[in-house]
T-cell receptor
Framework: SAVISQKPSRDICQRGTSLTIQCQVDSQVTMMFWYRQQPGQSLTLIATANQGSEATYESGFVIDKFPISRPNLTFSTLTVSNMSPEDSSIYLC????????????FGSGTRLTVV | GENVEQHPSTLSVQEGDSAVIKCTYSDSASNYFPWYKQELGKRPQLIIDIRSNVGEKKDQRIAVTLNKTAKHFSLHITETQPEDSAVYFCAAPQAGTSYGKLTFGQGTILTVHP
């Protein structure tokens, strides 16, 4: 299966600052997806990142708050900007399994705490 | 957009019993339905998925059934074991988009008592 390296694994940040999360995949993938999982909650899609084009954001998420980069087919970053305690969540990236068939796998996640 | 409802929110069973978790979805055009297992502090892991051209899929103790007419699908775990204890999420893709753009159910906390 696809191996996704996501970092940092966790961080504690001051409100008003920004954190950039990195996601590195061991194979080339067309699309990468960023999700948020608030404490004790389900997963919510933030945006889809395609190489060579602007990311597309879901309702309730905006580029100014969650800028995304996708410089090549194996790497993406998500920045959480101007953080507040409400941004405390686990952030996960997801890609399609190289075997195809529609299965999607997740990175190990970044546990963010904003104080 | 897609709306996914999952029930029950918690499920407690004795080891060896069966467990069933049900999800309904809103968009009749949806055609891919994965189930994820998330253990405490870990990433969600895909355990089984089904496409709309089949009604049931099995993988050892795990099965998923799909009723497209009623727009619901279910996860069945037989002969449960304590290591099955986790949070389970169903999901469905936003219709007409990549299967990776998933809408998740609210999750079911499954506890298997030895």
């Amino acid at each position: 299966s696809a191996v996704i390296s996501q970092k940092p694994s966790r961080d504690i940040c001051q409100r008003g600052t920004s954190l950039t999360i990195q996601c590195q995949v061991d194979s080339q993938v067309t699309m990468m997806f960023w999700y948020r999982q608030q404490p004790g909650q389900s997963l919510t899609l933030i945006a889809t990142a395609n190489q060579g084009s602007e990311a597309t954001y879901e309702s309730g998420f905006v580029i100014d708050k969650f800028p995304i980069s996708r410089p090549n087919l194996t790497f993406s970053t998500l920045t959480v900007s101007n953080m507040s305690p409400e941004d405390s969540s686990i952030y996960l990236c997801s890609v399609e399994e190289p075997r195809g068939g529609g299965g999607y796998t997740f990175g190990s996640g970044t546990r963010l705490t904003v104080v | 957009g897609e709306n996914v409802e999952q029930h029950p929110s918690t499920l407690s069973v004795q080891e060896g019993d069966s467990a069933v978790i049900k999800c309904t979805y809103s968009d009749s055009a949806s055609n891919y339905f994965p189930w994820y297992k998330q253990e405490l502090g870990k990433r969600p892991q895909l355990i089984i998925d089904i496409r709309s051209n089949v009604g049931e899929k099995k993988d050892q103790r795990i099965a998923v059934t799909l009723n497209k007419t009623a727009k619901h699908f279910s996860l069945h775990i037989t002969e449960t074991q304590p290591e099955d204890s986790a949070v389970y999420f169903c999901a469905a893709p936003q219709a007409g988009t990549s299967y990776g753009k998933l809408t998740f159910g609210q999750g079911t906390i499954l506890t298997v008592h030895p």
